[in-house]
């Protein structure tokens, strides 16, 4: 099946710094990746719909100005959250739709970010 | 707005026991119903799918039938083993025409453990 990297799997930083994640399909092109957020013991959250070469689309309630993602090639979508604080800390998640599976996403295996 | 509720866990089981995890929906139109497992330290993995009502989703000995009568996708496994301790997540993808096309709504996800 369809392959999606994160990187990294796991940061620590100190709070009020920014922390870039990245999210890449290695074996085909996705048109349009979701990040995700999942808090301990509960469900995936979507966070914004991430289409390449236009702006991402939010959910109700994300800060788009703290979490700002960028979808500059067709296998490569990344997540800033900036000036971090540590409620921020959680588990973030990407998937990748591929349009060769009739749009089934595959996930990537998730960052740890942690805020002190 | 669609919404996914699954049978709340811990479910722990005995190694060759009968599984069953309840997953019920609530949704505009004909989506599309899935079940995802995560086993420890990886990403979600599709385990099964169904695209309209009265399909049955398998794969590795799980089964699920999308009734749409009781709006419902519940998971089966008639003999489960160690193997399968994960936690399992079930989910929805509005169908085409739907405002929320291709993005998925998941339950709050089931811990299974099974015991040798």
């Known amino acids: 099946g369809a392959v999606v990297s994160q990187h990294p799997s796991w940061v620590i930083c100190k709070s009020g710094t920014s922390v870039k994640i990245e999210c890449r399909s290695l074996d085909f092109q996705a048109t349009t990746m979701f990040w995700y957020r999942q808090f301990p013991k509960q469900s995936l959250m979507l966070m914004a719909t991430?289409?390449?070469?236009?702006?991402?689309?939010?959910e109700q309630g994300v800060e788009k100005d703290k979490f700002l993602i960028n979808h500059a090639s067709l296998t490569l979508s990344t997540l800033t959250v900036t000036s971090a604080h540590p409620e921020d800390s959680s588990f973030y998640i990407c998937?990748?739709?591929?349009?060769?599976?009739?749009?089934?996403?595959?996930f990537g295996p998730g960052t740890r970010l942690t805020v002190l | 707005g669609n919404s996914v509720t699954q049978m709340e866990g811990p479910v722990t089981l005995s190694e060759e026991a009968f599984l069953t995890i309840n997953c019920t929906y609530t949704a505009t139109g004909y989506p599309s119903l899935f079940w995802y497992v995560q086993y420890p330290g990886e990403g979600l993995q599709l385990l099964l799918k169904?695209?309209?009502?009265?399909d049955k989703g398998s794969n590795k000995g799980f089964e699920a039938t999308y009734r749409k009568e009781t709006t419902s996708f519940h998971l089966e496994k008639g003999s489960v083993q160690v193997s399968d301790s994960a936690v399992y997540f079930c989910a929805l993808s509005e169908g085409a025409g739907g405002t929320s096309y291709g993005k998925l709504t998941f339950g709050q996800g089931t811990i299974l453990t099974v015991h040798p």
């Open positions: 998937s990748a739709r591929d349009p060769g599976t009739r749009g089934e996403q595959f």
């Open positions: 169904a695209t309209k009502a009265d």
């Open positions: 991430s289409n390449e070469g236009s702006k991402a689309t939010y």
